[in-house]
């Protein structure tokens, strides 16, 4: 099964970028696509972007449209999360998953990163 590790989290002020990473230990047909979710205290996981290693995106969320981006590099194995204009409630768990299509539900996804926490303070 293919393994995920997330990095680049951390506290930032409100307004602010970050730019999150998650490498797959390999690519396989049971994760073409690549996504983002994320969990706050007390909320469901939700849907943030997707993306295919042949670079088609999945429609962003209208939470994080415009501000968010997610983009990919083949060679490395890593998709990127660039999150701009940060809020304080885009504070959450952040999370990688891969699945086969570009799906939005968290069901279909079979492989997780362990998540990362992001803050935005305001």
């Known amino acids: 099964q293919v393994q995920l590790v997330e990095s680049g989290g951390g506290l930032v002020q409100a307004g602010g970028s970050l730019r999150l990473s998650c490498t797959a230990s390999?690519?396989?047909?049971?994760?073409?696509?690549m996504g983002w979710f994320r969990q706050a205290p007390g909320k469901d996981r939700e849907f943030v972007a997707a993306?295919?290693?042949?670079?088609?995106?999945?429609q962003y969320p209208e939470s994080v449209k415009g501000r968010f981006t997610i983009s990919k590099d083949n060679a490395l194995n890593t998709v990127y999360l660039q999150m701009n204009s940060l809020k304080p409630e885009d504070t959450a768990i952040y999370y990688c998953?891969?699945?086969?299509?570009?799906?939005?539900?968290?069901?279909?996804?079979?492989?997780w990163g362990q998540g990362i926490q992001v803050t935005v303070s305001s």
């Open positions: 998953a891969a699945s086969t299509a570009l799906y939005t539900g968290s069901a279909r996804y079979n492989a």
């Open positions: 390999k690519r396989t047909s049971s994760n073409n696509v």
């Open positions: 993306c295919s290693w042949s670079g088609v995106t999945a």
